[in-house]
């Protein structure tokens, strides 16, 4: 399933214009001791939790093509984003990777740093979404087995809803899918592009067996406007 996400991605990218508004060398501006290694900036006409568009590194290796995305989790702003790799060498995506003021997780086309480092990442990023999970409350505003409100022939196969209190592309929280597992562990998240919406989400698993983490990844890929990639604990 995940050729499906990597093309609609490209397909966002390819249809979108890339406005640097931070560029290599100038300060974060709200941690100032955050230099950044790489040009930074957005997708125009996108939308991501902050407000603006899909944010985005660009290398200086314009002949390479988008291959990775970079999963963030920040607790201050309450927010997860994905972040978009454009056209950095090794080197510089080892720079990005190795920014640790945000939890992050790193996906790439072809997985090759990602493998090392996230073995480092892995426990900040699952332990930051937990903190984000354990100080919100979960609200359910589309059961099991009802419809969604802009397309009722899709049916909602577990709960599905929001945490409250957080920020995600759409307006509301961060979204969530509640399983039936009574235990409500979170092991599991969703990375989602939507082309209709021209956003890209992070999907939280909570309480989900295997069988409807399954089900959830079809959910994600059930059309040809959005598609998915699960992230296993």
Not at 144 to 157: C, D, N, T, V
């Amino acid at each position: 399933m995940s050729d499906g996400f990597w093309k609609a991605l490209d397909t966002l990218v390819a249809t979108s214009e890339i406005v640097i508004d931070r560029p290599k060398g100038s300060a974060h501006p709200d941690y100032p001791d955050s230099v950044y290694k790489v040009d930074y900036g957005y997708l125009k006409g996108t939308y991501s939790s902050d407000g603006g568009g899909i944010d985005l590194y660009r290398g200086s290796d314009l002949k390479r093509d988008f291959d990775a995305v970079v999963c963030t989790v920040n607790l201050k702003k309450r927010d997860s984003e994905i972040k978009l790799v454009i056209g950095c060498t090794p080197e510089e995506k080892s720079q990005i990777y190795d920014d640790r003021w945000l939890a992050k997780y790193i996906v790439e086309r072809k997985p090759k740093l990602s493998v090392i480092l996230n073995k480092l990442l892995h426990d900040k990023f699952w332990h930051t979404l937990g903190e984000l999970v354990a100080t919100s409350k979960i609200v359910i505003d589309r059961p099991k087995g009802s419809a969604h409100p802009r397309y009722p022939e899709f049916i909602y196969p577990l709960d599905y809803g929001y945490l409250k209190g957080t920020s995600a592309p759409d307006g509301n929280g961060i979204d969530v899918w509640r399983g039936s597992d009574p235990k409500g562990k979170l092991d599991a998240v969703v990375c989602t592009v939507d082309l209709v919406k021209r956003d890209s989400e992070l999907k939280l698993l909570i309480g989900c067996t295997e069988d409807e983490k399954t089900v959830v990844e079809h959910w994600a890929n059930g059309s040809e406007f959005m598609k998915g990639v699960m992230i296993r604990r």
